[in-house]
Nanobody, 123 residues
């Protein structure tokens, strides 16, 4: 099993920045990749960004490309999501997730999930 704990959410004005962290514990050697997803009220959970645990290759949703950066610190078993130029439409609960197999944009491909952290961007 892998346990994931997110932190770093909060309230920020439009144009501001936040950095989310996701600390992994347990069988972290089984992690192939990690992703960030978000879910706004009344909407489906959507892909934000993902990173391969070993190579560090990254992928982003078009809506956040150029504004968000995903990174990882293997020594700390932690993944980060740096969010800049935040917009009100970025408001959502943000979840990190881990997969032991293929890295995709589909939530169903991820076996392990954190509890989520709220990000609210005011206009």
């Amino acid at each position: 099993q892998v346990q994931l704990v997110e932190s770093g959410g909060g309230l920020v004005q439009a144009g501001g920045s936040l950095r989310l962290s996701c600390a992994a514990s347990g069988r972290t050697f089984s992690i192939y990749g990690m992703g960030w997803f978000r879910q706004a009220p009344g909407k489906e959970r959507e892909f934000v960004a993902a990173i391969y645990w070993n190579s560090g290759s990254t992928y982003y949703a078009d809506s956040v490309k150029g504004r968000f950066t995903i990174s990882r610190d293997n020594a700390k078993s932690t993944v980060y999501l740096q969010m800049n130029s935040l917009k009100p439409e970025d408001t959502a609960v943000y979840f990190c997730a881990a997969t032991p197999s293929s890295l995709t944009t589909r939530p169903t491909n991820y076996n392990y999930w954190g509890q989520g952290t709220q990000v609210t961007v005011s206009s």
